[in-house]
């Protein structure tokens, strides 16, 4: 149960991350506050799109789905499932292989880092860990 609130917890944050993303990607946002890094060079590169969708919109797609199987899982009659725990890992899972191929974009192709990135990054990487940590307290 525990692995579940924090997958929530830290899905809602990513959520948000991706959420201001998108915001600026679809011109409601004017600039983004970026302090170190090279935020608008990632954004504005042709790689901020995906089949004509921007990335971040797949992030907010992830991590609203991340978001509702979490808390679906925490009610009561959903707490012993194990499908519940299988889906939460394998949605972060899907995350997490998204995430590794855009940080190798950022790094090696765009040559730049976008420091909003780097924190989904990170969250999708503990969200990763907690439903791997789940899947393994389940068997």
Not at 23 to 36: A, D, N, R, V, W
Not at 73 to 79: E, I, K, Q, V
């Amino acid at each position: 149960m525990r692995q579940r609130q924090a997958i929530a917890l830290l899905a809602l944050v990513g959520l948000f991350v991706a959420l201001y993303l998108w915001l600026y990607k679809i011109g409601i946002i004017g600039t983004l506050q970026c302090g170190i890094g090279a935020c608008e060079q990632v954004q504005a590169s042709r790689y901020a799109e995906l089949l004509g969708v921007p990335v971040a919109f797949y992030g907010v797609v992830g991590y609203a789905a991340l978001l509702a199987v979490a808390l679906l899982g925490l009610r009561p009659r959903f707490l012993a499932e194990r499908r519940v725990t299988l889906a939460l890992a394998l949605l972060s899972s899907a995350g997490l292989l998204f995430t590794l191929y855009l940080t190798y974009l950022e790094l090696f192709v765009i040559h730049a880092l976008c420091r909003w990135c780097v924190g989904s990054a990170v969250i999708v990487t503990a969200v990763w860990l907690l439903a791997l940590s789940a899947v393994r307290r389940s068997v």
